[in-house]
Nanobody, 125 residues
Framework: QVQLVESGGGLVQAGGALRLSCGAS????????MGWFRQAPGKEREFVAG?????????VYADSVKGRFTISRDNAENAVYLQMNSLKPEDTAVYYC?????????????????WGQGTQVTVSS
């Protein structure tokens, strides 16, 4: 079993920044890709960013966040981060981290097997 716990969400004004953290416990996750997804009210959960198994490994982003968000990981600390800059009201959602089934960060939900409980991010205009 892998337990994932997100933190760092909150309320921020448009143009501001937040840094989300995801801590992992249980079985190691260093061989797996990690991803961040988000779900806004009334919408499907969508991919935000993913990173391959290595710290400093390949990253992939949704077009809507490219250039504003940065995903990183620290395998020694069993942690994944999402730095979110230039936030917009449309970024408002619950953000989830997830462990990939393998080493490559795919953008589809079924490529991930363990999920955190989520952290709320609210961006005011």
């Amino acid at each position: 079993q892998v337990q994932l716990v997100e933190s760092g969400g909150g309320l921020v004004q448009a143009g501001g920044a937040l840094r989300l953290s995801c801590g992992a416990s249980g079985r190691t996750f260093s061989d797996n890709a990690m991803g961040w997804f988000r779900q806004a009210p009334g919408k499907e959960r969508e991919f935000v960013a993913g990173i391959s198994w290595r710290s400093g490994g390949n990253t992939v982003y949704a077009d809507s966040v490219k250039g504003r968000f940065t995903i990183s990981r620290d395998n020694a600390e069993n942690a994944v981060y999402l730095q979110m800059n230039s936030l917009k009201p449309e970024d408002t959602a619950v953000y989830y981290c997830a462990r990939g089934r393998g080493p490559i960060p795919y953008i589809v939900r079924n490529a991930y097997d363990y999920w955190g409980q989520g952290t709320q991010v609210t961006v005011s205009s």
